[in-house]
């Protein structure tokens, strides 16, 4: 991340004032070059760069324009328009006035990593890792714990509902699972650090002296399957009507033109078909959905797979009951969200996960149009 300096009054065009960012049609040329002029010579505060690489971005431009015309790379980019998006959420939520100050002119690393929070915690978990000085490794390190305690609209028996005994439960966990003594020490410390209950204090000192290990239930593995013949590749084909047929519905009839990897086609509206084989975890999908994702994007992915690898991940939104053994997409936000729930979820399940199909490796794109090549 570029070094963010004091914070200073901004140069830009006073249409990107914090909260009044331009939409794409109303951007001028004018406005982007002050813009980029802003980025280059980093005038303000990240908070602005943030929202200027953003509208940059809804201008038209690519991220690697952007890096060539400021110097800010586009993960530096990323970061700072969703750590910007989280300032904006936070300040809504009602943060503090000194957390509010801070985080203007330093910490986007710490906002960026509350972007699985749901809105309407931030503002507590900003508060809280600014009253406890945390950075942004101490945030990434505790901040799935905070949203995981939130998810339950009763906190766990002896914990209230804080961020300070949300941050010690996660620790009081990872502590009765750990049989290295040091290492179970070190975390009992840190629950006691942030725990704000004097109930919860209690529960995390008896294990100073009860040390049964808690075994950590392991997630489970992910249903990857990869297309590995032509018979596991069908071919899609839009359906024209019933004969007899109007010639006018045969030609209304749009094209298919499929795309790779997958061969998905689409169609002249908001509408797409798949092929995926007659597998039988599809035959038994009551209302399979599609999703196309990459694979770094998964929840606990095998790192032996890259991560920028195109999947299609398939969804049965029929499937809402939980149990331990699936992963379940739910609502985050107005966001779809993908993961695995340890225990029942107070939030709605709309799907479980059935399938994530990989592309077919071809190793000759050419071979399947040769028509002169046989098997001997």
């Not at 006035?97 to 910490?107: I, K, L, N, S």
């Not at 972007?115 to 900003?126: G, N, V």
């Not at 399938?355 to 001997?376: A, C, F, G, T, V």
Request: charged fraction near 20%.
């Amino acid at each position: 991340m570029p070094a963010t300096p004091p914070d200073s009054q901004s140069k830009a065009d006073a249409a990107l004032e914090i909260g009044n960012i331009p939409t794409a049609q109303a951007t001028t040329q004018e406005t982007i070059d002050t813009l980029q002029s802003q980025l280059r010579r980093k005038e303000g505060n990240w908070v602005e760069w943030g929202k200027a690489c953003q509208t940059l971005q809804k201008a038209g431009m690519m991220p690697q324009a952007i890096f060539e015309a400021t110097g800010f790379e586009p993960i530096q980019q990323n970061q700072l328009i969703v750590a910007a998006q989280v300032f904006d959420s936070m300040i809504a939520g009602g943060v503090s006035e000194a957390a509010r100050v801070h985080y203007q002119t330093r910490g986007s690393d710490s906002l960026y990593e509350f972007r699985i929070l749901s809105q309407d915690i931030r503002a507590a978990a900003a508060d809280f890792a600014f009253s406890n000085g945390l950075d942004s490794e101490q945030v990434r390190d505790i901040v799935k714990g905070l949203r995981d305690f939130s998810y339950s609209d009763k906190p766990p028996v002896g914990f209230e509902k804080t961020m300070g005994d949300a941050a010690a439960y996660h620790y009081w966990r990872l502590a009765r699972q750990m049989s290295d003594l040091q290492a179970r020490s070190r975390l009992i410390a840190q629950s006691l650090r942030f725990v704000t209950s004097v109930s919860a204090r209690s529960k995390i000192e008896q294990l100073l002296t009860d040390f049964t290990v808690v075994s950590a239930k392991a997630a489970p593995r992910l249903p990857i399957f990869r297309l590995e013949s032509e018979v596991d590749s069908p071919v899609i084909v839009p359906v024209a009507g019933q004969l007899p047929l109007p010639t006018a519905d045969y030609k209304a009839v749009p094209a298919v033109e499929p795309e790779e990897p997958f061969g998905m086609v689409k169609f002249a509206g908001t509408g797409a078909w798949l092929p995926v084989p007659g597998w039988q975890v599809m035959l038994k999908a009551e209302d399979p959905i599609a999703l196309l994702a990459e694979y770094g994007q998964l929840p606990n992915p095998p790192n032996e797979v890259a991560k920028t690898e195109p999947v299609m991940v398939i969804i049965d939104r029929a499937k809402r009951q939980w149990d331990e053994f699936s992963y379940f997409v739910y609502d985050a936000d107005g966001q779809l969200g993908l993961r695995w729930f340890e225990e029942a979820p107070q939030t709605t399940l709309l799907g479980g996960l059935i399938l994530i199909m990989r592309p077919q490796k071809i190793l000759d794109q050419n071979y399947s149009h040769e028509y002169w090549q046989i098997d001997e």
